[in-house]
């Protein structure tokens, strides 16, 4: 074999491995966008899940009043005000409501829960406390 002949032979073998390196290279290159699209894929599921989980974890009682009527409400924040606990409640019966229920959560002679009605002055409060609490979490009208 000649000089010649075994230049080109080693040419070719090279051209070869460096043909077959640049294959690797974009196989690697696909393998990267791949992954990178299941990532993606995976932390959006994860993000739904999330949401989900938050929407089954809604707190839904029934309130009802003196007066006998029952309404289904869902409970968006408690805290304690002046040494006194309280409740925020949207009705979820009314799609159409867009204020919240403020009561004071009390307990009966008996020791168990009751909610109680406070009046104007304490519900503008208790409503501030409640908005600045909550200013992350929802859009408020006023």
């Known amino acids: 074999m000649s000089f010649i002949d075994t230049f080109f032979r080693k040419l070719s073998v090279k051209s070869y491995y460096q043909s077959k390196a640049q294959e690797t290279q974009e196989d690697i290159e696909k393998v990267d966008e791949l992954i990178s699209e299941l990532a993606a894929q995976i932390l959006e599921e994860e993000a739904e899940k999330e949401i989900q989980s938050e929407m089954n974890n809604q707190l839904i009682i029934a309130l009802t ?14 805290f304690e005000y002046g040494k006194r606990d309280y409740a925020v409640f949207f009705p979820s019966d009314d799609e159409t409501s867009d204020q919240v229920v403020i009561l004071q959560i009390d ?33 408020f009208l006023s």
């Not at 003196?66 to 408690?78: A, Q």
């Not at 002679?109 to 929802?138: A, H, P």
């Open 107 to 139: 307990q009966d002679k008996d020791g168990n829960e009751i909610y109680v009605s406070v009046d104007e002055d304490l519900t503008d409060k208790l409503y501030s406390v409640f908005k600045q609490r909550n200013r992350d979490n929802y859009d």
């Open 65 to 78: 009043d003196e007066v006998g009527n029952t309404c289904k409400y869902e409970l968006l924040d408690y």
